[in-house]
């Protein structure tokens, strides 16, 4: 579709402010920070990252763009590339994550076929915190946006939750993209079937009226996505707000930012994102805010091309 200014700046937006949530909540991960301890983009926490630097989050979101262009989700290609990222031994990757990927799939088919032999609990939030890109390439097309999401979901999460998680989301991004509206995930949510339906709405709604003692086990995909769509209702859509308090909420802080960034941060545009965080931002594989912005104007297919001087 063709994007408008706005538009293509709400979609750089839903890349850097994913980005600056994962690197912002990156040095408070599996804390509680108190009520007096100024949030900033500090670096450390478990993995000593540098201020700035995202973590697995965003990475594998760059994984995932590799195999984006408008209207195109390339599934060997994200398969590939996820391998790639799991060879530079990662400091920080999930267990469910890593039980696939040491696999060294040669394929989507064969890695999607290993993430549905997992055994036991396979609902982490790995997938979900990296939807952002794949709402990017399917703007204009809600229903290839469900089956690319779903499809990139169960690469390494074959758990129908995460599938749900996932299209949900990246319904609502491309939504706050195209409008600039946070009711996306609703407007997903309320066109699903019944049963995804009677599922999902008591849980939003328990996010959007409760605290995060109500769903604290972030490290789930549907704990980590309420606690999102918590911080972004509660701060009224305010980009820095919203990740500020997904850091307060404590645990997985890197990802549950990440995940609300990628929604706000489409929602609000770059004006939302303090400069001094976009600034910093850099991690996998060599990348900056710059390579953040051809990304997203890429798998978009936004045209950056100067108009023509009129004689």
Known sequence: MHLTTDQRDRAVAALIGSAAGDALGAGYEFTYPADDVVIDMIGGGPFDWA???????????MCVAEGLAPGVADLDTIAAAFVRWYDTSPPDIGNQTRSVLSRRSPSAAAMTAAAAAVPGRTGGNGSLMRTAPVALA??????????????ISDLTHSDVRAREACQMWSAGIAHGVRTGARDGVRI????????VRDHWH??????????PADFPNNGWVVHALQTAWWAICGADGDVAA?????????????TTAAIAGGLVGACAGTAGIPEEWTRLL?????????DLVATADRITGAD?????ETP
């Open 51 to 61: 201020p700035g630097e995202w973590t697995d989050d965003t990475s594998m979101a």
């Open 138 to 151: 399917f703007l204009g097309d809600p229903a290839g946006c469900a089956r690319a999401a779903g499809a």
């Open 188 to 195: 997903w949510l309320d066109a699903a079937p019944a049963d």
């Open 202 to 211: 008591p849980l939003l709604d328990a996010a959007q009226y409760g605290t």
């Open 242 to 254: 919203t990740l500020e308090r997904c850091v307060r909420a404590g645990n997985d802080t890197d």
């Open 282 to 290: 850099h991690g996998y594989p060599g990348l900056t805010t710059t």
């Open 304 to 308: 950056t091309t100067p108009p023509k």
